[in-house]
């Protein structure tokens, strides 16, 4: 009585609906089940860009999301030590270059007074050695002042690798010592990283293609990694996917993970009908149809077609039609 009753109203609130041309048997398949986790934007290398000297920072090139090239200088760091000392060395230069002069006039003088024999081997030899010592500590002194022009160029910043600047902490005027970060470049390459619950770490194989949401459009990626140690309950691991933008870095990704399978009853989406809130089949018997009422669950892609898991209603083998509008017959007992 109450099937009759509830047949009247599906009757006056539906348009009248009639099988058309085409069968779909309802099948039992094995189906992969789907985690949704939330990966995150990550540069494969994390680098700081490091000062090489202590000083005072003059001038920085670039700021958070500047794209650098491998050697490209971004920042100058000046210490004014170094310039007085440079100072120094080539006031020192001067002075040994005036005395080597001087040396090189009495060596002249005394080669002179040897011919005529007015003087002595020996005080020739010291004459000879003068020179020979004033010469060796202009080149050692000359060495000194490349050391210090080394260390000063050492106040250019390079960028240690080619990538994106995702943290400056410094500003102009800064003074900042020797290692101390100025900018922090990411390269390498940008994946997702997981964090997914131990219960699944079981059904996470390397290699295995997972679903990727980004703005709007799901995308296939691959699982490249799976570390070994499990950090507060949770697996890491790594996907790559190509193309993958990577403006925001540390943005969070919805990701779908396949963590399982199961057997689900499967009909074409196009298949099931909407009225009123409620989803609808046709089911042939025979040569007589019926309208049953389902309830769906999650969509699946086998092949290429879009199939929709039916929770209740259904059962294997039973044959549907698709549904078009015309009169409708209730089948008994549904």
Same mark, same amino acid.
């Given at each position: ?175 900042? +010592?020797?290692?101390?970060? =100025?900018?922090?470049?990411? *390269?390498?390459?940008?994946? !997702? /990283?997981?964090? @997914? %619950?131990?219960? $699944? ?74 009225? +009123?809130?409620?989803?609808? =089949?046709?089911?042939?018997? *025979?040569?007589?149809?019926? !309208? /049953?009422?389902? @309830? %769906?669950?999650? $969509? ?35």
């Amino acid at each position: 009585m109450r099937m009759n009753v509830f047949a009247a109203v599906i009757g006056a609130l539906l348009p009248f609906i009639t099988p058309a041309h085409g069968e779909e048997a309802v099948v039992q398949a094995t189906v992969t089940e789907w985690k949704a986790v939330f990966g995150k934007v990550e540069a494969r290398d994390n680098v700081p860009a490091r000062s090489r000297i202590g000083g005072t920072l003059t001038e920085i090139s670039v700021s958070e999301g500047t794209d650098v090239t491998e050697g490209q200088q971004i920042a100058t760091i000046y210490d004014a030590k170094l310039a007085l000392q440079l100072e120094s060395i080539e006031a020192q230069i001067g002075a040994l270059k005036s005395q080597l002069e001087n040396a090189q006039t009495e060596l002249t003088r005394g080669e002179d007074l040897l011919a005529r024999g007015v003087t002595t081997v020996q005080r020739l030899d010291a004459l000879r050695t003068q020179v020979d010592v004033l010469e060796n500590q202009i080149e050692a002194t000359e060495a000194e002042k490349r050391v210090v022009e080394e260390r000063a160029a050492e106040g250019a910043v390079l960028a240690p690798i080619s990538g994106r600047v995702l943290n400056v902490p410094v500003t102009t005027g800064s003074v900042v +010592m020797p290692g101390e970060p =100025v900018a922090i470049i990411g *390269g390498g390459g940008f994946f !997702l /990283r997981l964090a @997914v %619950p131990e219960r $699944h770490a079981a059904f996470l194989k390397e290699g295995a293609d997972i679903q990727i949401e980004e703005a709007g459009e799901t995308r296939t990626g691959r699982l490249a990694k799976v570390y070994p140690q499990i950090e507060n309950g949770r697996v890491i691991s790594d996907v790559e996917v190509e193309g993958m933008s990577a403006r925001y870095v540390d943005a969070r990704v919805l990701v779908r993970l396949p963590v399982g399978e199961t057997r689900a009853l499967l009909v074409p989406a196009d298949m099931v009908a909407t009225r +009123m809130g409620l989803d609808f =089949v046709t089911v042939k018997s *025979g040569d007589h149809t019926a !309208l /049953r009422t389902i @309830v %769906p669950g999650e $969509h699946h892609v086998i092949d290429g077609r879009d199939m929709v898991d039916v929770l209740s209603g259904l059962s294997a083998g039973e044959v549907i039609v698709p549904t078009v509008e015309a009169e409708y017959t209730p089948s008994e007992g549904h």
